[in-house]
Every structure is written in C-alpha cells, then in structure tokens.
C-alpha cells in the first residue's frame, strides 16, 4: 500500500469537477456520450464528483418537446447508458434531466454511481418570466408528496430535502439544487447547509446576457460565503438552441466565497474543471462560527425535512493523489499585486486609526518608541509618522531612541540613524553598555570580569535594560511607550518576558506576522521610490531616494536580537532563523495552527505543498525573503520547533501582552481576543501527531 501522506483525500480535500458537455437538442443518446466521456475524464484525475448541467441529457431549450413521449423515453435509455457505465467509474455523477412521476413532469437533477441512482431531485422554484416559461412543461417539486420512485427498475429517494453522503468521507456531504433554485430570497441550499451538506451543486441553463456573467459569480460566492460552503456551478453551452437565446457554458467551483476554479466561456468543445475542496476547513468554519448552530435552531423545521442518503464508494485513497489546489506560501500576504497592494494599505489605515484613537483617548499628544534598525521597529516607526501626521501633531512628538549594546553592529545603528532623520521625529541616543556592565557586575557575572560568557542573562540584562529606559523616560516626559514586538515574535515565545518585545503601553505590531512586516515595508520603499506621495512618510522631496535605500537596506540586513557580539564589524553571528526556524515556514505554520487549527500531518501537507518545487516567480519579490524549497524533513524539523514553542513555552507571555489592533483574520493571540489558552499546557499532543508523518513522503 502506498503511504497516504500524498494522498489529499488523507487530508480531508475532496476533489471535486464541473462537466460542462456539447449537446444536440432532442438527442439524448449524443448527450449521454458526451456526458460519459467527461466523467472518464474526471475519474482517472481522481475526483469524487461530477456536476452536469440542467436537463443535459435532453438539452434544456426543447420546450414543448418534453411533453413528447419519445422524448420523455430516450431520456431514460440515456439515463441506463449512463448508469451502466457507472460501474467501472469511482466518481458520482449528478445528471440533468426530465422525470416523469405520478403523471407530473419534473425538471430533475439525478445522483449515479457504481451501477446505482441513488436519488432524484426535482427543482423547487419554476421561473416564468421574461424568456423563461418553465412552468409550462414542469411541475415544481412540492407538487409531488412522493419520498421514492421508481426509475430503471431501482427504487430511489426522491425530494428536494436529500443530503447525499460519502460513507468513506462522512465530511463529504452534497445537496442538489437547480438553476433559479439559487436566486431566491433564501435558496434550499440555505436550509441545505444547516442540515449539514458541506457541498451544494447547481446544475444550470442560465443563457448569457450583458452582466450576468458577473452577477452568476457574485451569486454564487455569496452563497457559498453565507453557507459556509463549497459551491458548484455547471451551466449549458454549446448545442443549446439560438432561436431566441445565447448560452456561454460557465462552470465555477467556490469555498466560502474564494473561487477556487472557472472555465472559459463560449467554448466550442465540451470542457471541465476541478478543484480541491478543503472539507475541513469548512467543518472548522461552522464550529467555529457559534451563530451557524443558532440558525440551525432557529430554523430547525425546515433543517428536519432532509433526509441523509449514504453513497458506498471507496475514495481513491492508497494512491499518490497531489494536492493541486494553489497554497500560498505567505498566507498573510496577498500573492496578486493589485490585492497585496490593498491589503497593505488597509494595514497601515487600520494601526494608525488604533494608535490615533488610544493617543485622543489618554489625552496623550507623544509616543516613545525604542529603534533598532531592523524590520518590527522600523514599521512601527513609519506608523507613528501618520499618526502625527493625521493629528495635526509635529513628528518631533516622536521620541525615538536608538540604544546600542554590546551586539549593535554599526549597520543596523547606522540604520536606524537614517530613519529616524528621514522621518523627522525627535532622535536621541544611549549607550546602554555602562548601565548594563555596572548591572552585570552587581549580578555577578563573570563577563564583568572580562570573561566572554554570552548566556541568557547576559542578553536579557540588555533588553531589560532598554525597556526600563523607556518606560521612564515616557514616564518622564509624558508619552506613552510603543511597542513593536510582531505576532511570530509572540507565537514562537522570541521575546524575553517584560520587557520591549512583550512589554509596553501600546503594542502596533502584536497582530501583524514577520513576512507581512517585510511586505509592508518593502510596499512603502517601492511606493516612495516611484515617487507616489499617497502615502508618503517623508516631508523633502529630495529624501524619497534616501528613505527607499534603506528601508531596502533594512530589509536586507539578517533579523537578529543584536545582544551577542558578532567577531566582525560588518554583522553578526546570532540569527533569529538560527534559533527558532524561518519565518517563511513558521508564519505558515502559525496560520494553519491558529485560523484552521489543523493537525500537524495537514500542516505539514500543505506546507509540502507549497513549498517543495522551485520559485517559479508567482511570489513578490521582497529584499531577504528566502525563495526555494523546502523538504520534508526540514519542515517536520521546524513545525516541531513551532509546536513546542506555541503550546508549551510561550503561552504565559500571551496572557498579559498590552493591548493591540487585530490587523486579520488569524492574526491574534490577544488574551482577550482570538486566543485563550492555559498558561501551563502541554505540546506531547502535536509532538506526538508530527512523529507520525514519514520523513520521505513517497515511501
């Protein structure tokens, strides 16, 4: 058997497809075929669903012809075409078209696998309006009180309330709906979702117009969006009959309101899509978001009409099956330019309205902010520029220090020299080497002796001693301390308790990642190297060079604390990423833990995921992001890092952070936000979990 680690359905990701068939009007044997052709094509790419189009065996444009009993027979011998090629095939097939019961005439979506209907749907909302006269030939579903009928021979459920589950994935549950179904008030999906079916289908024949397209979308990802759900929708293309209307054969796949596939329009040829629905997420979604079982109360009449109906189909689990789903590499950073853009200046918007708000509000008119000429104090910085400015407040209202000790390598003092000038705020500069000698000599240490013993005391004398400084000299002077220690910083425990990293009046960055700082960053040097004052944080026309160089110089230098001193004056020897792993894979360890809270085996999937091919350019470049692959046991290796650190050494350093805007969603460990966790827990869980994953994925 071969290891499941590559397999998605492993993983609780269901691919899933939209088949989107030529068709001949009234000719339901050239349907069939070319219905059973796509479905072919699906189940070799290992998917465990087809949706087809509204009334795709008969064609959805032949009117009164449904009314003919040829017609009306045809359509079943299709059906048996499909059904008996259903048996050497893994996927389920949702066909669409008419079905005869008790003398009425239903428009029907039907559910095939394995040789089996497993159950028939009838549409519950008959347009009859404008070109659409549906009620002529159709009955709407509650016109019929049946539970079952009989086609080909087999007694099948039939209904509107019918949840389709995969007993193999019990996460995989679908619901059937049918074209103007979805445009409703309250489409049966809704109720559908509260019953519990995690994937709702639309077979369609909406015919094309100007701006339909666009509204279809927007249709769909609300739906799926309200309903915490995937949502399918497979809509009739060419061969559909012109007389009076045009068909553009849209196919969309969404999950919670992301669109995760679309095809083409107005092609030729039959066509499909796929994607890679991540059930789990969903799952999450729901239990997480307490008001989704409100409306399940709230509403519990219409949720008792469905009924579970059980599909018996083994997924294709034992095989190599790769996601193929797209997982970003920087989960907190928008890979599209034009959203990244936004996003980035939505983050800059929201802290400096936060700051702004806590200055008016404590009739404080400074800030104090200590700057060491890396990345978390440099954006920090740059916030409090708008601050100022958006107050109306002169930037000399900045108190910014710049305080070297023993491990400040004269780059990143000189660094943080520039900006403070550039920005304009009211710069001073202490030498903290005496204060913390005089420190060390009262504690003992043998460096005051001149012995060369870098341990933790020695570093956390250093950052004690900044931060004592600073809160009295905002004591002194009537400011509040900002701080600007970063959200990894507080996942991974990489800051020394009570002091400027953990510690201060107001925390900027406490919500805000590594990689989204160097983005933000990089987004303010780009935009003032191109000149773009709408955002602008220098006040000569003549600093906007200066200002891009080093916030690129800044950008370039290694992330470390500085408390060690290096053997060379040009940099130093202690790296962060030395320590406690890149940030690249620990933000995306830190996402999936807190936003989805998956298992360390799916942390570990997606990140291999993302991560195992080479750059291929489809990330932004940014100065000091690292830009190749990773292996698994390099992965395995640093989640094990982040599991330990999250849940076992850092938590009580999360209880008593200050207050700080939460920036996203996934973006908080505020005690008294997004994350509540004993102080005292253990790791042996997730340790336990990540020991489990193979260290050669295809062994």
């Given at each position: 058997m071969t290891n499941r680690f590559l397999n998605l359905y492993h993983h609780d990701f269901a691919r899933v497809a939209v088949g989107v068939p030529q068709c001949r009007v009234a000719d339901p044997a050239y349907n069939a075929q070319q219905t059973i052709a796509l479905a072919r094509e699906a189940d070799n790419a290992g998917a465990a669903l087809i949706a087809f189009p509204e009334l795709g065996l008969s064609a959805y444009t032949c009117d009164d012809l449904f009314h003919q009993r040829a017609m009306l027979d045809a359509c079943?011998?299709?059906?048996?075409?499909?059904?008996?090629?259903?048996?050497?095939?893994?996927?389920?097939?949702?066909?669409?078209?008419?079905?005869?019961?008790?003398?009425?005439?239903?428009?029907?979506?039907?559910?095939?696998?394995?040789?089996?209907?497993?159950?028939?749907?009838?549409?519950?909302?008959?347009?009859?309006?404008?070109?659409?006269?549906?009620?002529r030939q159709f009955n709407a579903a509650d016109c019929s009180s049946a539970e079952a009928i009989s086609l080909l021979s087999q007694t099948v459920p039939f209904g509107a309330a019918l949840i389709f589950e995969f007993s193999d994935m019990p996460l995989l549950r679908f619901h059937l709906e049918i074209c103007e179904d979805v445009w409703v008030p309250i489409p049966p999906s809704s109720f559908a979702a509260l019953a519990g079916a995690t994937v709702l289908v639309n077979l369609s024949a909406s015919n094309v117009l100007l701006g339909k397209e666009v509204y279809r979308r927007e249709l769909v990802r609300q739906q799926s969006t309200r309903c915490l759900a995937a949502y399918l929708y497979s809509s009739a293309g060419q061969g559909e009959s012109t007389s009076d209307l045009a068909w553009d054969g849209q196919a969309l796949i969404y999950e919670n309101g992301e669109c995760l596939s679309k095809s083409e329009r107005f092609l030729e040829a039959s066509h499909l899509i796929f994607a890679d629905l991540d059930l789990e997420r969903l799952a999450y979604e729901r239990m997480h978001k307490t008001t989704f079982g409100q409306s399940v109360r709230r509403h519990k009449d219409e949720v008792e009409k469905f009924r579970v109906i059980h599909i018996d189909l083994k997924l294709p689990r034992d095989i190599i099956l790769p996601l193929e789903r797209t997982v970003e590499r920087f989960p907190y950073v928008p890979a599209d330019s034009k959203r990244r853009d936004e996003h980035c200046r939505e983050v800059y918007n929201i802290q400096v309205q936060a700051l702004t708000q806590r200055l008016l509000s404590s009739h404080i008119k400074k800030v104090l902010i200590g700057i060491s000429g890396g990345l978390d104090s440099t954006h920090a910085l740059l916030v409090c520029a708008k601050v100022m400015d958006r107050l109306g407040l002169p930037r000399t209202n900045i108190l910014a220090y710049t305080m070297p000790g023993f491990g400040t390598t004269e780059r990143t003092l000189k660094q943080a020299r520039r900006l403070m000038t550039l920005i304009g705020c009211n710069t001073q500069e202490i030498d903290i080497r005496p204060s913390c000698l005089q420190m060390l000599k009262d504690l003992g240490h043998p460096y005051a002796d001149g012995q060369e013993v870098f341990d933790v005391t020695f570093e956390n004398v250093q950052a004690g001693e900044r931060t004592?400084?600073?809160?009295?000299?905002?004591?002194?002077?009537?400011?509040?301390?900002?701080?600007?220690?970063?959200?990894?910083?507080?996942?991974?425990?990489?800051?020394?308790?009570?002091?400027?990293?953990?510690?201060?009046?107001?925390?900027?960055?406490?919500?805000?990642?590594?990689?989204?700082?160097?983005?933000?960053?990089?987004?303010?040097?780009?935009?003032?190297?191109?000149?773009?004052?709408?955002?602008?944080?220098?006040?000569?026309?003549?600093?906007?060079?200066?200002?891009?160089?080093?916030?690129?110089?800044?950008?370039?230098?290694?992330?470390?604390?500085?408390?060690?001193?290096?053997?060379?004056?040009?940099?130093?020897?202690?790296?962060?990423?030395?320590?406690?792993?890149?940030?690249?894979?620990?933000?995306?360890?830190?996402?999936?833990?807190?936003?989805?809270?998956?298992?360390?085996?799916?942390?570990?999937?997606?990140?291999?995921?993302?991560?195992?091919?080479?750059?291929?350019?489809?990330?932004?470049?940014?100065?000091?992001?690292?830009?190749?692959?990773?292996?698994?046991?390099?992965?395995?290796?640093?989640?094990?890092?982040?599991?330990?650190?999250?849940?076992?050494?850092?938590?009580?350093?999360?209880?008593?952070?200050?207050?700080?805007?939460?920036?996203?969603?996934?973006?908080?460990?505020?005690?008294?936000?997004?994350?509540?966790?004993?102080?005292?827990?253990?790791?042996?869980?997730?340790?336990?979990?990540?020991?489990?994953?193979?260290?050669?994925?295809?062994?």
């Open positions: 079943e011998m299709a059906l048996a075409d499909v059904v008996a090629a259903s048996i050497t095939l893994s996927t389920v097939m949702i066909i669409g078209m008419p079905v005869r019961v008790d003398q009425r005439l239903f428009n029907c979506a039907i559910v095939v696998s394995g040789g089996r209907i497993h159950g028939v749907v009838p549409k519950s909302y008959l347009p009859n309006y404008n070109e659409f006269y549906e009620a004592s400084r600073l809160f009295r000299l905002a004591n002194y002077q009537q400011a509040i301390v900002v701080g600007t220690g970063d959200l990894s910083e507080l996942a991974l425990g990489w800051c020394t308790y009570g002091v400027g990293d953990q510690m201060a009046h107001y925390n900027l960055n406490a919500s805000v990642p590594k990689t989204l700082i160097k983005y933000l960053i990089n987004w303010v040097a780009d935009a003032t190297d191109m000149g773009d004052s709408t955002f602008s944080f220098v006040r000569k026309e003549e600093d906007t060079t200066a200002l891009s160089n080093v916030l690129t110089d800044i950008l370039g230098s290694n992330i470390s604390p500085e408390l060690v001193p290096g053997k060379e004056d040009v940099g130093t020897e202690q790296k962060t990423e030395d320590f406690i792993g890149p940030y690249d894979l620990q933000d995306f360890h830190l996402y999936y833990t807190l936003r989805f809270g998956f298992t360390p085996s799916k942390i570990a999937f997606l990140a291999y995921s993302a991560w195992k091919d080479e750059d291929v350019g489809r990330w932004p470049d940014v100065v000091g992001t690292r830009r190749h692959q990773y292996d698994l046991p390099e992965i395995k290796r640093n989640l094990r890092i982040f599991l330990d650190r999250f849940f076992r050494t850092s938590q009580f350093k999360r209880s008593c952070m200050p207050n700080a805007p939460k920036v996203g969603m996934g973006s908080s460990l505020s005690p008294r936000g997004d994350w509540r966790a004993p102080s005292d827990g253990e790791s042996a869980l997730w340790l336990a979990q990540l020991d489990k994953i193979p260290d050669d994925p295809n062994a």
